[in-house]
């Protein structure tokens, strides 16, 4: 288990494992990146880096199987949620500006919401208007209808004030 990978196994296993997990590792690394997937290789119950090299190359690896080869390659070092600085950085810099950005696209949904009840507003103000103009036509109509029917048949309207 101790043999050496070569540059080219090392480049390819790099290119799965950015591939597949996102990680980079630079040339630099590749001395401490061998030694790690040996440790993985034995996790996985590897008794030889071929075998190992060839699996990892040729399989589609599963959530679980991801993680284990994670917990090899890269360091769980916890600074960052430890380091004073940090939190003023996210509190002074990071989170007003998150706020500030979330508050303008809320500006721009609010204006679009806006923008549309207005387009609603005129489009039934626009409609109220026709129905009304319409109603109006409808009552000259039977206006004009009963002037006519008037002019037509005289006799019928004095009939209708007389009672049978």
């Known amino acids: 288990m101790n043999r050496n990978l070569t540059d080219s196994e090392l480049s390819q296993v790099c290119e799965v494992i950015a591939a597949r997990m996102g990680l980079d590792f630079p040339v630099e ?8 997937l ?12 071929n075998g190992f090299i060839q699996w990892l190359l040729s399989s589609e690896l599963n959530q679980d199987q991801i993680k284990i080869l994670a917990s090899h390659l ?6 960052f949620l430890r380091e004073p600085k940090v939190f003023t950085a996210l509190t002074d810099f990071v989170l ?8 303008k696209r809320k500006s ?5 919401q806006e923008a549309l009840a207005e387009e609603v507003r005129l ?7 026709r129905d009304l103009e319409e109603k109006k036509e409808l009552q000259r109509d039977k206006r004009i209808k009963k002037k006519l029917e008037k ?3 005289p006799e019928e309207d004095s009939q209708e004030g007389t009672p049978d």
Do not use: C, D, H
């Open 74 to 79: 890269t360091v769980s070092e916890t600074y």
């Open 123 to 129: 489009a039934l103000e626009e409609q109220t208007r």
């Open 151 to 153: 002019l037509i048949n």
């Open 108 to 112: 721009k949904k609010q204006k679009e």
């Open 96 to 103: 007003p500006e998150l706020i500030k950005s979330k508050k």
């Open 29 to 36: 690394r590749w001395a401490i990146l061998g030694r790690n």
């Open 38 to 49: 040996a440790l993985a290789a034995r996790e996985f119950g590897f008794q030889n880096m």
